[in-house]
């Protein structure tokens, strides 16, 4: 069965403090992982997909890196507007054949103070 | 251009009715899935559809959940004899076409069983 764990499960930053998330997985054939921004009350926002560990990539003050065995979202100096719920999900890939469905964690609630 | 709607945004029902919500995914996707959403954790796969067929249903928990999407477009979730364990926000995804598509998720609706 695929797991997916984050951590920490919240995080509270100053202004400008650069801190990373984490997001440990487990799964069968791994087809992707997914990067998500979840605002309250609304639906996740997509950030950024991984497909192969080393691969790393960037947009304004997030980078998301893989490895085989968990995935990193950088902050870097991170602004009040960054306050979110990171969630962070895994798709299979077994026979040629990839799974529709995602596989979430339980996000990390990230709160970044003025 | 639209983003994935879902209506109603919130629902209120007493216990043992019946509930429908509907979800109206981006122009041209042609997978949609359901997701269930507690409060505190990451969506949960319900179902997956990919034109009219569901292609994963292996997320319902029982038979009192069922959905449908008879024109490859417009899906329903439906639940029968509701039960407090059913509150949460349920979430739809769409992607343009495949399982290995980005999926983009609408804001849910919020169910909340009496």
């Known amino acids: 069965e695929d797991q997916v764990t984050q951590s920490p499960e919240a995080l509270r930053l100053q202004e400008g403090e650069s801190s990373s998330l984490n997001c440990s997985y487990t799964?069968?054939?791994?087809?992707?992982l997914f990067w998500y921004r979840q605002d309250p009350g609304k639906g996740p926002e997509f950030l950024f997909t991984?497909?192969?560990a080393g691969e790393e990539k960037e947009k304004e003050r997030l980078k998301a890196t893989l490895t085989k065995k968990e995935s990193f979202l950088h902050i870097t100096a991170p602004k009040p507007e960054d306050s979110a719920t990171y969630l962070c999900?895994?798709?299979?890939?077994?026979?040629?054949?990839?799974?529709?469905?995602?596989?979430f964690g339980q996000g990390t609630i990230l709160t970044v103070h003025p | 251009g639209a983003g994935v709607s879902q209506t109603p945004s919130n629902k209120v029902t007493e216990k043992g009715k019946y509930v429908e919500l509907r979800c109206d995914p981006i122009?041209?996707?042609?997978?949609l899935y359901w997701y269930r959403q507690s409060l505190g954790q990451g969506p949960e796969f319900l179902i997956y559809?990919?034109?009219?067929?569901?292609?994963?249903d292996s997320g319902l928990p029982n038979d009192r959940f069922f959905a449908v999407r008879p024109e490859g477009s417009v899906s329903t979730l439906k639940i029968q004899r509701t039960e407090r364990g059913d509150s949460a926000v349920y979430l739809c995804?769409?992607?343009?076409?495949?399982?290995?598509?980005?999926?983009?998720f609408g804001p849910g609706t919020r169910l909340l069983v009496l």
């Open positions: 995804a769409s992607s343009r076409g495949g399982a290995d598509e980005t999926q983009y």
């Open positions: 799964v069968s054939g791994l087809r992707g």
């Open positions: 991984l497909y192969s």
């Open positions: 999900a895994v798709q299979a890939y077994a026979g040629g054949t990839s799974y529709g469905k995602l596989t």
């Open positions: 122009s041209g996707h042609t997978a």
């Open positions: 559809f990919q034109g009219t067929g569901a292609a994963d």
